[in-house]
């Protein structure tokens, strides 16, 4: 009964290094998405997935990469890490009908 | 205008207050809204859904305001508990499924 997992909990990159949030939902969900949020700041959307094939650009795409890999899985990727992508990234995935939304714990990534 | 705009806060009450939250909206269309509470470093989690007029679940009552496109929160009797960030959630547009409000900060004091 997990729910959404993700993947790490925190990390530390050095500027320029690439890493990839893993995510993934036992809910049968066809909606994934991809939030950061940052410090006293609401939750800003990455990229989204409104069912496996497809991925869609949210409010602050530049520097992320997305990979809907199959209905369970939606990963994020950061090329080349820089300070302002310090942040916590949530992934959440929608009820079917845009009922209640589930969240992951959130990965605390800090780039220096 | 924003898909879903919020007061901004922090509101500041004393335990005990009644405390209210508004959030507006611009897709007339909508007809399903959610309020979520997130604790500070954890995830957001539901804290009411609203399909109709409203909808009141002990001391929170949330409300829907068709003609003006607008959602509220009401807190009665605040506890020290209930200090958090209160999130409204709209149906988004497109593709997309639901789009959150930046987030309204609560803080109770004893």
């Known amino acids: 009964n997990a729910g959404v997992t993700q993947t790490p909990k925190f990390q530390v990159l050095k500027t320029g290094q690439s890493m990839t949030l893993q995510c993934a939902q036992d809910?049968?969900?066809?909606?994934m998405y991809w939030y950061r949020q940052d410090p006293g700041m609401g939750l800003r959307l990455i990229y989204y997935?409104?069912?496996?094939?497809?991925?869609d650009k949210g409010e602050v795409p530049n520097g992320y990469n997305v990979s809907r890999l199959n209905k369970r899985e939606f990963s994020l990727r950061l090329e080349s890490a820089a300070p302002s992508q310090t942040s916590v990234y949530f992934c959440?995935?929608?009820?079917?009908?845009?009922?209640?939304?589930?969240f992951g714990q959130g990965t605390r990534l800090t780039v220096v | 205008r924003k898909e879903v705009e919020q007061d901004p806060g922090p509101f500041n009450v004393p335990e005990g207050a009644t405390v209210a939250f508004n959030c507006t909206y611009s897709?007339?269309?909508?007809?399903?809204f959610f309020w979520y509470r997130q604790d500070c470093r954890k995830e957001p989690k539901l804290l009411m859904s609203?399909?109709?007029s409203g909808n009141e679940d002990g001391r929170f009552t949330a409300q829907l305001n068709r003609a003006s496109q607008y959602i509220s929160l009401l807190i009665r009797d605040s506890k020290l508990s209930d200090s958090a960030t209160y999130l409204c959630?709209?149906?988004?547009?497109?593709?997309?499924?639901?789009?959150f409000g930046s987030g309204t900060r609560l803080q109770v004091q004893p």
């Open positions: 959440a995935t929608p009820g079917q009908t845009n009922t209640e939304a589930f």
């Open positions: 809910m049968n969900h066809n909606s």
């Open positions: 959630v709209v149906p988004g547009t497109g593709r997309r499924a639901l789009t």
């Open positions: 897709n007339s269309a909508s007809q399903s």
């Open positions: 997935s409104a069912s496996e094939g497809t991925t």
């Open positions: 609203v399909y109709s």
